[in-house]
Each structure stands twice: as structure tokens, then as C-alpha cells.
Nanobody, 116 residues
């Protein structure tokens, strides 16, 4: 069983940076980030693989968003730079357990609001 808990959301100004954290318990194949705004489908941001540390991003997220991990703290981070008002969303951490080929486990979400 995998459990995820996000932290670090909040209200920032356009142009600011913000880092979200996802504390992970249990063994995972990969951990990723998604975001969702009301009345829209959840959008993939990117993921990091447990075995290799390789990262993958949605094309629209490349450049401003960076995913990293700290194995000693069992934490995966989403660093967001040069934030825009359109980045306002609930950000979710998600994970695939060992043997899972897709995201199965989800955190509760963290609200990020970017003011102009």
C-alpha cells in the first residue's frame, strides 16, 4: 500500500516560484504530479521513475516545472518557477506501486493560487 501527502501549496504572485512536496510511504515504481482546475480534466505535469531517477514532463510543462526526489526524506518535489495565473489549480501527487503500470495512488491535493 502506498500513501501520499502533498504540502507546500498556497497563494503566490505571478512570477514567483513555489515548491510542492509529496511525502511517500510504501514502495513505488514512479511518482508523478497532476493538476486540475474546476470543470476541466486532470492534467499530467510530469513524473520521476524510482529505479532510474529519470523524469518525464508534459510538453506544456517543460522549462518551468522540475520534479526531483530526496530518497532520505521519502519525498518528491515539484518546483514551479515563473508562475502564471493560469497555473492556478489543485496539484495532486500520484504514484504507481511496484508492478503497477499506471498511477494507482493519489494524494489529497494541494491548492496553488497565482494572483496577478
Amino acid at each position: 500500500q502506498v500513501q501520499l501527502e502533498e504540502s507546500g501549496g498556497g497563494l503566490v504572485q505571478a512570477g514567483d516560484s513555489l515548491r510542492l512536496s509529496c511525502t511517500v510511504s510504501g514502495r513505488t515504481s514512479f511518482v508523478g504530479w497532476f493538476r486540475q482546475v474546476p470543470k476541466k480534466e486532470r492534467e499530467f505535469v510530469g513524473r520521476i521513475d524510482e529505479s532510474t531517477g529519470s523524469t518525464y514532463y508534459a510538453d506544456s510543462m517543460k522549462g518551468r516545472f522540475t520534479i526531483s526526489r530526496d530518497n532520505a526524506r521519502n519525498t518528491v518535489y515539484l518546483q514551479m518557477n515563473s508562475l502564471k495565473t493560469e497555473d492556478t489549480a489543485v496539484y495532486y501527487c500520484a504514484a504507481a506501486g511496484l508492478g503497477d503500470g499506471q498511477f494507482v495512488y493519489w494524494g489529497q491535493g494541494a491548492q496553488v493560487t497565482v494572483a496577478s
